[in-house]
């Protein structure tokens, strides 16, 4: 089984400019997580899609944002470029079963997002 | 407040020793459950372990177990007979409530460095 992938690993963007990463899920999986990761704050959580629908968001500006397609894959976008915005993006999926409470959740490799 | 405090920032160990890495947590939800990931210099995020708020025993999964003690909310990650290819990032995560959520929130990590 194909595990998370992540497009593209790596981006260079610009102040102002705004990017979009991509994330597919493992096959079924319904939940698509999405974090920061800076070396000063850590691992934050940005926000959750589940069937299509965004479940859980965290503390984060609405520069921030996200969507889930049909076919579970998710996209997170960021407008507005910030030189703070320059992070690694992970992305988590889950099979999200009823009555299993640890469903685990499968990181991707992340995407790399400099902004210059 | 922080809800998950890992105090270590760094920890060395011998090889083939054992080791164990600390983790405390805040949350007033009865129920919760507490994992721990691996963080290689690559980036991935790698899944150990899982204790939830309502396991009796203490998890194990091959040389990893987890040292729950509910009532101090910690729980230390031990890694028996320490390998080089341990050497890396650890984090402590925690995710509240019996509804599943994507959401984890995590501790700031402890890098751990093996020596031959």
């Known amino acids: 089984k194909a595990g998370v992938t992540q497009t593209p690993r790596y981006l260079i963007k610009t102040r102002g400019q705004q990017v979009t990463l991509s994330c597919s899920p493992i096959?079924?999986?319904?939940?698509v997580s999405w974090y920061q990761q800076t070396p000063g704050q850590g691992l934050q959580f940005l926000f959750e899609?589940?069937?299509?629908?965004?479940?859980n968001k965290g503390n984060f500006p609405g520069r921030f944002s996200g969507r889930q397609f049909s076919n579970s894959r998710s996209e997170m976008n960021v407008s507005t470029l910030e030189l703070g915005d320059s992070a690694l993006y992970l992305c988590?999926?889950?099979?999200?079963?009823?009555?299993?409470?640890?469903?685990?959740?499968?990181f991707g490799p992340g995407t790399r997002l400099t902004v210059l | 407040a922080q809800k998950i405090t890992q105090t270590q920032p760094g920890m060395f160990v011998q090889e083939k020793e054992a080791v164990t890495l600390d983790c405390t947590y805040d949350?007033?939800?009865?129920?919760?459950?507490l994992f721990w990931y691996k963080q290689p210099s690559s980036g991935e995020m790698i899944f150990l372990i899982y204790?939830?708020?309502?396991?009796?025993q203490n998890a194990t999964e091959g040389r990893y177990s987890l040292n729950f003690q509910k009532a101090r909310k910690s729980a230390n990650l031990v890694i028996s007979a320490s390998q080089l290819g341990d050497s890396a990032m650890y984090f402590c995560?925690?995710?509240?409530?019996?509804?599943?959520?994507?959401?984890?929130?995590f501790g700031q990590g402890t890098t751990l460095q093996v020596k031959p």
């Open positions: 949350t007033s939800d009865p129920s919760y459950g």
């Open positions: 204790q939830g708020s309502y396991d009796q």
């Open positions: 899609y589940f069937s299509e629908t965004q479940r």
């Open positions: 096959s079924g999986h319904r939940s």
């Open positions: 988590a999926s889950s099979p999200d079963l009823v009555g299993v409470p640890n469903n685990e959740q499968f």
């Open positions: 995560a925690m995710r509240e409530g019996q509804v599943n959520t994507g959401k984890l929130i």
